[in-house]
């Protein structure tokens, strides 16, 4: 009797939790099913974007590389004695030109002995006149002409020395360039070796930059490169590679070049930073956008392409092929037709099928030269 009781209360225990987890799980797919319904239900949000058209262009393909302008001739001007500053004859940052002088050293007691040596010089001279005078008079004999004649090979050996002791004490510029700031001033004493000024030659300067090794059997002296310089707002200067380096960098895998540029305007300066850009080949016709218009993902990059017309317009997303860049554009290898309407912002909210707002109050930089804003 027992047994029978206990095994009824069994099958109805076993009977109530299958009846509260099938209302458990009836609830959640119900709850599911109606959430569902509101979401396919729910309107789609418009997005608010910017728009371009793709455009054409001419472009050549081209290397970049960064760089740093150095001067063909630059120097910091020593002094190879010392002694102390007597004379400055220059102003700083002027231009000089090759043998001015640039400053003195005190040379009062050096020229004091010049005289005195100069005075013996003389002294010598005479007796060697006189020795000669003797010889024709057989007065004296061969060997004390040639004394005579030692005594004033070495006293003007010592006024040539001392001349130039005294010369050596006179700064001059060795080549043309503009001047630094001096760093010594009337009255300070110098030592030897001690930098006085800096002198650079600007009417031409080299730019020093490095390229992939890839590319080392495409280059050759006497290819056009343009440089910008940001500190010039970007401005433009063409060079010429006047150097390759015959090695390859071990560490970097890059070939070392040079490029000279005319500096006649006096506009560069040497430590500049530099972009460079190295056309190759011909030019082909390219499909160009903003690089904003660019979807940038890990399986692809794509654009949105604009559907529709009027007010009822969506995008589609399409992937595309990238090629070279020029400031703000990015040419597009495959993928997109010239006139084609793109997205250019708000891409992070897009999706296919997504309606869209044109509004191109505001529009994103999309310049081949980008100017940096100095506001």
Not at 25 to 37: D, P, V
Not at 206 to 216: A, D, I, M
Not at 286 to 311: C, D, F, H, L, M
Request: aromatic fraction near 6%; charge should be neutral.
């Amino acid at each position: 009797m027992k047994k029978t009781l206990f095994s009824k209360r069994m099958w109805l225990m076993l009977i109530a939790t299958l009846l509260i987890f099938g209302g458990v799980l009836g609830m959640q797919w119900y709850g599911g099913k109606k959430m569902n319904e509101f979401m396919d239900n729910m309107p789609v949000q418009t997005v608010t974007v910017t728009a371009a058209e793709a455009g054409s262009a001419q472009w050549r393909s081209e290397l970049n590389s960064v760089g740093t302008l150095v001067a063909i001739r630059g120097a910091e001007l020593a002094t190879e004695v010392p002694g102390t500053v007597e004379n400055i004859l220059f102003d700083n940052g002027a231009m000089v030109q090759a043998g001015d002088i640039i400053m003195t050293l005190n040379s009062a007691p050096d020229r004091a002995e010049l005289k005195a040596l100069e005075a013996a010089q003389e002294l010598a001279a005479i007796e060697m006149r006189r020795a000669k005078k003797l010889l024709d008079q057989r007065n004296i004999s061969k060997s004390e002409l040639d004394q005579r004649a030692s005594q004033l090979d070495q006293a003007r050996a010592r006024v040539a020395a001392q001349q130039a002791r005294i010369d050596q004490k006179t700064l001059r510029a060795p080549y043309s360039g503009r001047l630094g700031i001096r760093r010594f001033n009337v009255g300070d004493y110098v030592r030897t070796g001690d930098t006085i000024i800096e002198l650079q030659a600007l009417d031409r300067l080299y730019v020093n930059f490095s390229l992939p090794e890839q590319y080392s059997r495409q280059i050759k002296v006497g290819m056009t490169v343009t440089t910008r310089v940001q500190a010039l707002d970007n401005e433009a200067f063409e060079g010429v590679i006047t150097a390759i380096s015959p090695i390859i960098d071990r560490d970097t895998r890059n070939v070392s070049l040079q490029a000279t540029l005319d500096n006649r305007e006096d506009m560069l300066r040497p430590g500049m930073f530099a972009r460079l850009s190295l056309p190759l080949g011909d030019a082909t016709e390219q499909v160009v956008v903003p690089q904003t218009a660019i979807a940038y993902r890990p399986y692809g990059n794509s654009v949105y392409v604009i559907q529709g017309e009027g007010e009822q317009l969506s995008v589609s997303q399409r992937f595309v092929t990238l090629g070279d860049t020029r400031g703000d554009m990015i040419a597009i290898e495959k993928g997109l037709e010239p006139g084609e309407r793109i997205v250019t912002s708000a891409l992070l909210k897009l999706d296919s099928g997504v309606p869209i707002k044109i509004d191109n109050t505001i529009q994103p930089n999309s310049s081949l030269t980008p100017q940096p804003d100095n506001g």
